[in-house]
């Protein structure tokens, strides 16, 4: 009777959810007009492209910054202005930090951060030995096998300082990565993932990224859930967030029971969202509400 009350609850639910997510809005609304994302006066970024073609959902594919308030989006605009950069100092200050038992530092193998431009805009990606990375699985491998240094937490403060400034380096570059041969099961897992429902609400990624952006909810705009500017600052928790982080609050808010930061399930994810965003400008550190 408990069971049979719980999935007739669950149905209701997801029904009522559709039915407010399209009342608040419009179905698939391209940001009107779109606007340059020109950073200090002299980069300019691409915020819109046409889709990948493996993304039947979408026509044209647009940067989350698109769809925020123009305050918002002034702070991206402006190094300086921009919160995020105070995790970018750090973490470029902890790149030249000897730390663990072999008396190196992430320069001591890799010279300047720099070296690090084109990384960010692969990411993640399938290792030698066939495992799905992000970034800071490849940071994690170097403390541990290089330096002899404890693994960074997933949501550390020093893994999202350190991922903030290594994407700095990718910043203007095409986002480029793999979808087929070794990765092509690990995209497929993903995709499987970005359309399924979730949670007591049945909600699936889709149904607010692609069915939805550009409508209003909780007196924000739905974008169309782009990675390209992660890690971002979120300015509702005054910190930097991981997009795993991110892909974890989203289901978690569908009333779900989530994956964890570093599972399998989120690497698989983050590839295929990430996928979804090949051809826009990797940001380095976007501000979010």
């Not at 608040?24 to 009107?32: E, K, M, Q």
């Not at 982080?245 to 978690?252: K, P, S, T």
Request: charged letters at 20%; one cysteine or more.
């Amino acid at each position: 009777m408990k069971t049979r009350f719980n999935a007739t609850l669950a149905v209701a639910l997801g029904a009522l959810a559709t039915v407010v997510v399209a009342s608040v809005g419009w179905a698939a609304t391209d940001p009107s007009p779109v606007i340059p994302l020109v950073v200090n006066g002299n980069l300019t970024l691409t915020d819109s492209a046409p889709a990948p073609a493996n993304i039947p959902g979408l026509k044209t594919i647009y940067s989350g910054w698109l769809f925020r308030d123009p305050d918002t989006q002034a702070m991206q605009t402006d190094d300086f202005s921009n919160p995020g950069m105070t995790g970018v100092d750090a973490g470029q200050a902890e790149w030249a930090t000897v730390d663990g038992t072999e008396g190196k530092s992430c320069a001591s193998c890799h010279n300047g951060i720099e070296s690090m431009k084109g990384l960010r805009a692969s990411m993640p990606k399938v290792t030698k030995d066939g495992k799905l990375w992000s970034l800071e699985d490849f940071i994690n491998g170097c403390r541990t096998n290089r330096m002899g240094a404890k693994a960074w937490g997933w949501k550390s403060t020093e893994m999202k300082n350190m991922t903030a400034a290594i994407s700095l380096q990718s910043r203007g570059m095409p986002v480029n990565v793999k979808t087929d041969g070794a990765a092509g099961p690990f995209w497929e897992e993903g995709k499987k993932m970005y359309y399924s429902r979730y949670g007591m609400l049945q909600l699936s990624c889709a149904n607010c990224h692609e069915d939805h952006y550009g409508d209003h909810i909780r007196g924000d705009h739905l974008s169309q859930g782009q990675s390209n500017g992660f890690p971002v600052y979120r300015l509702s928790t005054g910190g930097l967030v991981s997009l795993q982080d991110r892909l974890f609050g989203c289901i978690r808010d569908t009333r779900a029971e989530s994956f964890k930061p570093g599972s399998p399930e989120l690497h698989a994810l983050e590839l295929y969202v990430a996928s979804r965003g090949n051809g826009l400008s990797v940001e380095g550190v976007g501000v979010r509400p």
